[in-house]
Structure formats: structure tokens, C-alpha cells
């Protein structure tokens, strides 16, 4: 993939400094291009905390590079214990992340038995690298799978713009390349299909307006910014072909957690027949949880992103106030899409139909584990 | 109807001096509350083009206010002539509000044979008077029809607080003092039954947030403000009692115009089985129109609105960008919501199904006009 951008990642080690990291900081998305160095596991932490990366498998990846800084700072005496402090640091930046703490346990667990600072910098070098390329693989193999959905509304097209909807950042910005709800996107685009974006704003904190526009912009992909509120007249209006959404959580039978408003889009679809289809990479499928209503927990979250709103003006940032000042707001972030809205679910190992007996098929390996 | 400002309506004759209009100049809402002086048909236009004043309702009270002003600045010589100018512009101060032309020709069609400038002055004075006594009523008598909805939920609910959700603003600040969806809301607190409304953001142009829950506040309604996204997910978790909302347009056989959004809402309210209502008074309603989402004209609004966002900041209003530069965007300003999702439509002579025959059963005299 090539972006207007030098960098075509979120994340990567410094070209002339391999013990430094840089990453995009996405605070200052769309407005500056903000390349950042982080050399060692606090500022990680600071990196992860403060949102200047954000999205599931990014922050696993930032994790991954976070383990290795700290091992490049190992002091003399227990290497293994210092190891693990630098793990707990990093969980504690995201206590909800469940594939942070995953990424840390891989990581310390392949260490554990070593006690030698440079057999630890290697092995904890090469699974940070692991890590971020299984995550390009990963969206890589959605994307390919995803493609040929596009494919299909464009041929049925006669190669007219397929248009897309998505809701909230499923993107590049989220993982490392490819993201997952737009790597079917990307991957259409290199094979010269005609494909057209329709970017919900996402209300509260705007990611779609943040992120997914700027990240399609970047490369090039023709798309266009809407209130939440339109993309169910979008589709009355026979101007959606395909919805591609991401997930933060789906459950084995196919209730999709996502963010907020993503229910309302596939009400939408539903009522006009407009396929709705969720990127999930097997590793947010939780294949214990067969009642996404019920079990999925939803953060609340600040009132605040609800009654004020950050944006750009005069070449800074400014927050302005969007509401009475003694109105309270209730701000859930997430939502919960009950499986018999959902069209298909795109994993990396292909298609499923938003039930256990499908998701299984494509990964049998996980039955003893249900 | 009582609020914590000094004043219950939109617009009124100033009490020193009954040449003066005054009006509050929604602007500055929720962060100011600005009384603005009229003092002459030019001003009113301003007012009305400004958007100092909105909705449709209270658009017409204003344009028979500014007839009035016209009224009192007669020069020598053709008074017919004077006042057909200043309907004239008026009418182009908002050229798409119908209800802002009808105002200003049945105030023209009274006073066409009148020549003396005295007897034109009263006329327009009792026709100002009566256009703005007739809003008021016609709210009211939607209030005391919606009012039975929300006791009967307040009574299945053992007394509990009834939610109702709203999207956009058909409140007092669009009309006169009740408002049509807020009506029935403020008639109910009256009645002493225990309400909380969940106001919508209504992105683009965020008239919940800035209007609605600030007249809500005003009038010490227990309210709190969502996202738009937030809407289905409250639904399904069992926190929504009652959708109420207004209409720009609704067709006979009741197919529902009304601000970007309003179909989502409606497909999530169906979706969980809660009423969805829709307060329009007769002068909404058009009785030739029997396919909502062929024939209602949909608006298309600036992409400022979407790519930008006014808020309040540092004691005054800052405008800040939220959206890459180079993006664009996409904003519908209304969408129809289809007949099928509606429980019923509150007009001033009772609640009708959404469909003809039950709307022309409380109008009957609107057989001869289909």
C-alpha cells in the first residue's frame, strides 16, 4: 500500500535507529501529521494511555514494541522480574484491552526462562516483529477475502462505484496496514475496482471524521463524510451497496459488539436490503460468549465528548462547548448488533454466516475450547 | 407555562412600547439568552433569514408580526401596494417555508381593500395576534391529546419516571410556548406525572442539543443528551418508553418528513416495540401528497455544517474545523419516514393511525381538497 504520507504504517522501527520506535500520533489526526519516537516502555505506556495510538490490534502491536524497548534498558540483577514490571506498566494503560494483556503474556512468556539481557532483547526484538506481521497478515487475508464481496456488487454493477458504508475507524489507523473493515477496500482498489466510501461521522469522538476519512484520503480512496443520521436515508436511496463494519467483540453465535450507533446502521440495512458484513479477525471472536445482549459489557464513558467538542481553528486546537451547561449526558460506546442482522462475518480464514455452526467450521480448532 | 427565564414564548408585542416586536434570538442559545428588539418589517426579515428565529410555526407568527411592523411605517400614497412589498419580502426571507407564504397572503388577502393606513394597522395588529394565539392553541390541544399517551405509560409503570425521546427541536423555541412534540411532555409535567425526555443530538446542525435541551432546562424538564448514535441502544436495553417527534411534512396517508435521522430512530423503535408518535399540527400535513418518499422534496444543506462545528469557548463562539480539509461531505437535511413505522400521528383534533381515512376522520372537510 503507498499513502500521500511517508509512512504507509502506524507504527514501525526508526530506519536509522533500530532501537527506537516511531508511531503516528493520532491525536493530532486529521488536522497534523505528528510522526513521534518512543525509546522506551514509559513512553509507550504514555503512547497507549493517552490515545496517541488507539484501535485493538494496534495497541497489541504498540505492546509488543513496548516489551522490547524494555528490554533494551534491562539494569543488572533480576531480568525476568524487571520484565514482568514492564508488563504490568503496560497492561495498566489499558485495562480493558484484553489482546494487550495477551500480547504481554505471550511475550513474558517466552522470556521467562531466560536470563541473559541479550538472548532477551533478541527473542522479545523478533516477537515484536511477529506480532506487527501477523496483524498485516491477518487484515490482509480479511481483505482478500472481503474483496470479493466488492467484486460482486461491481460486476452486478457494470463496474459503476460500489459504495461502502462504515461506521467509526475499522482502518489502517486501528492495526498496522490494512485495517479490517477497510482492508476489503484497499484490496479492491489495487485490483482497479471502481469503489466509493461513505464515512459516518461517529459521534461522540468522531473517529470516522478523524480517522477513516483521513486514512482514505491518504490512499487515495474516493469517499465522503455524513452525519450518523443519514446513512439510513443514504440507503432508502438505493446509494449503499455494502456495509463494512469492524468489531471490538463478537460472540460465537454472531452478536457483534461494535461501536455505538453501529445497530442503527444495520437496522437500516436490514430495512433495504443492503448486505451488512463485520471484519472480524478470529481474535475478537469470543468463543465462549453466546449472548452478546446479555454478556458484552458496555463502557460508559465521559459526558464531556458528548456536550464539547475538540476541532481545529486558527492552526491549533480549540474545544469548544456544544451544549447547556447544566444538561447531563449519558454516553455508552459501544452497541450491540443481535446476529440476525448481520449478513456475514469476514474473518481471516473466510466468510461465516453469523452463527456458531459457521464460525466453527472455519476454525475447528476451537470447538474443544467452547 | 412557566420557565426560568423571564420569558415563556419565542415572540411577543414588548410590553413598554407595542410597536416593538421582541423576539429571543436563538443564535446565542444554549450559551446566552439574547431578547432582541424588531422594530420594522426589514428587521423581521433579517430575523427570519438569519435564522433568529426558526421552525416552521413560529417562522409564520413572525412573518404576521412583520406584517404588523410593515403596518405602522405606511408612507403617502398606495398602502395596498407598500404592504405587497413587504409580503414580497418576507416570502423570499425563507422561500421554501410554506406556511411563512400563507401567513403573509392571508394577511395581504385581509387588508386588500382597506386604503387607510389606520384601519390596515389594525387589522394586521388583530391578524398578528390571532396567527400567534392559534399556535399557541393548536399546541395546546396537541399537548392535551399526547398527554393521554404518557399517562398511560405512567400508569403501567407504577408511577415511574416515563422516557420519552426526542430528535431535533418541535419545541417552544419552533413554535410560540408548548412546542408540538415537547407539548404533550410539558402538559404531562403539569398533570405532575413524572417524565425524562432523552434528547438527541441531531447532528448536523445539533438543534437537540442546543435547543431542545435547553428549553427542557428552561422549564425544568429532567432531561439528559445522547449522541444520535445512542438512540437504538437505549432502546434495546428497555430505557425508552415513547418516541415523540415533529414533522416538517407529513403526507395523508402518513408518511413522515422530518429531520435527518428520524427513520433511524423509528426502525429502532419498531424494532423494540416502542410507540413512536408524531405531533403535527393540520398545517403539516399535506392532503395531496400519498407517497411521502416519491414526492416530498428532500433539501440538501451545506457540507459546512457537517465539516464544521460552532460551539462556545472562552465566552464566546468559536467555529472549529473537524474533518480533513480535502474530504468532502454529504448533508441531507430531512428524510421520510415511512407509514409503517408510525403509531400514530397527535394532531390538535386527536391522535390518528398513521393512515387516510383516520386522518380524514378528524378532518373531514379535507375530503372536497383531495
Same sequence: chains 1, 2.
Avoid at 10 to 23: A, G, M, N
Avoid at 86 to 99: F, I, Y
Avoid at 177 to 202: F, M, N, R
Avoid at 324 to 349: H, K, M, Q, S
Amino acid at each position: 500500500m503507498t499513502t500521500r504520507t511517508k509512512t504507509n504504517r502506524t507504527i514501525w522501527l526508526k530506519e536509522s535507529d533500530k532501537k527506537v520506535v516511531q508511531i503516528i500520533d493520532q491525536r493530532f489526526l486529521p488536522h497534523q501529521v505528528v510522526i513521534k519516537d518512543l525509546k522506551n516502555v514509559d513512553e509507550v505506556v504514555v503512547a497507549i494511555r493517552d490515545m496517541q495510538v488507539r484501535g485493538a490490534p494496534l495497541i497489541g502491536v504498540a505492546a509488543g514494541f513496548g516489551m522490547y524497548l524494555a528490554s533494551l534498558h534491562l539494569s543488572c540483577g533480576n531480568c525476568s522480574l524487571q520484565m514482568q514490571e514492564a508488563g504490568k506498566h503496560l497492561k495498566d494503560a489499558r485495562p480493558t484491552a484484553v489482546n494487550l494483556a495477551h500480547v504481554v503474556d505471550r511475550v513474558l512468556s517466552a522470556v521467562s526462562k531466560l536470563n541473559n539481557p541479550d538472548d532477551i532483547q533478541k527473542t522479545t526484538f523478533q516477537m515484536a516483529q511477529d506480532i506487527l506481521n501477523e496483524d498485516v497478515q491477518i487484515c490482509k487475508q480479511i481483505g482478500e477475502h472481503g474483496l470479493h464481496l466488492i467484486e460482486d456488487l461491481s460486476k452486478k454493477k457494470n463496474g459503476e462505484a460500489v459504495n461502502v458504508l462504515t461506521h467509526c475507524n475499522a482502518g489502517w489507523l486501528a492495526c498496522v496496514e490494512w485495517g479490517t473493515a477497510t482492508s476489503p477496500i484497499y484490496h479492491a482498489l489495487e485490483q482497479g475496482i471502481k469503489v466509493h466510501v461513505w464515512v459516518d461521522e461517529t459521534r461522540p469522538r468522531r473517529q470516522g471524521a478523524h480517522l477513516t476519512a483521513w486514512e482514505l484520503g491518504e490512499r487515495g480512496v474516493p469517499h465522503t463524510l455524513i452525519s450518523d443520521n443519514s446513512s439510513g436515508y443514504l440507503m432508502t436511496r438505493g446509494l449503499v451497496d455494502l456495509v463494512l463494519v469492524g468489531t471490538d467483540r463478537t460472540t460465537v453465535t454472531g452478536d457483534v459488539a461494535n461501536k455505538i450507533g453501529t445497530y442503527m446502521v444495520a437496522l437500516a440495512a436490514k430495512d433495504n436490503q443492503v448486505p451488512f458484513y463485520v471484519s472480524a479477525p478470529s481474535s475478537s471472536i469470543d468463543w465462549n460468549m453466546t449472548d452478546g445482549f446479555r454478556e458484552i459489557p458496555i463502557e460508559k464513558r465521559s459526558e464531556n465528548e458528548v456536550k464539547e467538542i475538540q476541532g481545529w481553528c486558527d492552526g491549533t486546537f480549540k474545544k469548544v462547548k456544544v451544549a447547556p451547561e447544566r444538561t447531563p449526558a449519558l454516553n455508552y460506546a459501544f452497541d450491540v448488533t443481535p446476529r440476525a442482522l448481520v449478513t456475514g462475518i469476514i474473518t481471516e480464514r473466510g466468510i461465516a454466516e453469523a452463527r456458531k455452526e459457521s464460525l466453527l467450521k472455519l476454525f475447528p480448532e476451537k470447538r474443544g475450547s467452547i
